[in-house]
């Protein structure tokens, strides 16, 4: 099979679609795909994970071969649920299977440096970084930037994990240490004063269709996303500027598939792009109730090769990421009359992955909360008090 014919292949429902990772965002892709009327099979070290609760499951390492070729000989099309799968293995099946996203993207965006030339390339900016090869380079280049600025690992990293802001110059030794140990190349960011953080997801079908989400409005607490709010709270022209360059991203790239472009708005109204995640994102879930199609049902049609789905809002709606701590009050919430939501004429729709222990600051699920305004969404959080503990 030549790649134009690769391109244009088209996996209708009855068939399998194999899942490279099996945690929440496999498991709820599997359930958007099964009700079009697809099968599922996940490749997940973890046994009975959140995919493997509502697919087959082969539990086997990312990096086993054979695994991974008896993924490829029960599937008709394979998939990856996050980016960090080994490029090799991706690059194996391809010559193997029928991988439409292929594993070039994969090697792209499994590196800081990379991504950062690729958007530039796209067309679209990034905050000014530096290439970080020892401590005086560090301290030329926050000396450059000015402080504060973060030092990232130009791979791995997720959460937080792998970051380290300077606020100092005096803590550069300190930074450089403590992140060289990763052994990966290290990425100097200028720190961007933004007024808002903001990601989109866009589609794009192997024929070169592309749809956008709506622009969500990102909250983080401690370096982990705590709301998506859509509508955006911004001016219409940077929604909307926002939107032109995630579709420009996934032009640029090739992507197939779903790519999530994460962005900060600076108190001008520019727009820098901060990262991107080839996959369904966790600043998209709002989609599963509030747009008419999913996240999840979309990346199932673009890598299957169907038309895209409406992309439309049909809500305003607040995602709520529920972590460890919050389960418990959570599910104590869920059991009785929930007179806030309807006070507040809000409609709160609780999606919980399965994952088997509630760790402290580990996402367990999330909640979206569907109402006439966002305003009404955010009170029904705060009031909950669920978020406070």
């Known amino acids: ?153 130009a791979t791995g990293g997720y959460d937080g994990k792998g970051q380290w802001v300077i606020r100092d110059i005096a803590e550069c030794g300190e930074a450089y240490a403590a992140l060289s140990r990763a052994g990966t190349q290290l990425v100097l960011e200028q720190f961007i004063d933004f007024a808002m953080e903001i990601s989109v997801i866009a589609a794009r079908s192997a024929n070169g269709e592309i749809k956008a989400f709506p622009p969500a409005e990102n909250i983080h607490v401690e370096n982990i996303l705590h709301l998506s709010i859509v509508p955006a709270r911004t001016g219409e022209s940077v929604l909307k500027e926002a939107e032109r360059l995630a579709v420009r991203i996934a032009e640029g790239l090739g992507v197939v598939g779903l790519i999530a472009v994460e962005m900060f708005v600076a108190k001008d109204g520019r727009l820098y792009v901060n990262e991107l995640a080839p996959r369904p994102h966790n600043s998209g879930h709002y989609t599963m109730e509030a747009c008419r199609t999913s996240q999840f049902e979309q990346h199932v049609r673009a890598v299957c090769g169907l038309p895209l789905g409406d992309t439309a809002l049909m809500s305003p709606v607040v995602m709520v990421n529920v972590l460890g701590q919050h389960v418990e009050p959570l599910l104590e919430r869920m059991a009785v009359q929930d007179e806030a939501s309807e006070r507040l004429g809000v409609a709160p729709k609780v999606h919980l992955y399965g994952k088997k222990d509630a760790v402290f600051k580990r996402k367990m699920g999330h909640v979206n909360v569907l109402g006439p305004t966002v305003e009404a969404a955010l009170e029904w959080i705060n009031e909950t008090k669920i978020w406070k503990v």
Request: hydrophobic share 40%.
């Open 1 to 153: 099979m030549n790649k134009t014919d690769a391109q244009s292949k088209v996996i209708l429902p009855g068939g399998t679609i194999g899942i490279l990772g099996g945690g929440q965002l496999g498991r709820m892709m599997a359930n958007a795909g099964s009700a079009m009327g697809y099968r599922f099979i996940a490749l997940d070290p973890t046994p009975d994970s959140p995919a493997g609760q509502v697919a087959e499951q082969i539990t086997a390492a990312y990096d086993d071969r054979e695994a991974a070729r008896q993924l490829a000989a029960r599937s008709d099309v394979i998939t990856y649920e996050f980016e960090n799968v080994d490029a090799d293995v991706a690059a194996m099946l391809m010559s193997e299977s029928y991988v439409p996203q292929g594993s070039e993207l994969l090697y792209t965006t499994q590196h800081r440096l990379r991504e950062k030339r690729a958007i530039e390339a796209a067309g679209a900016q990034v905050a000014p970084y530096a290439e970080i090869r020892g401590e005086e380079e560090l301290r030329e280049a926050v000396s450059r930037f000015g402080t504060p600025c973060v030092l990232k690992t």
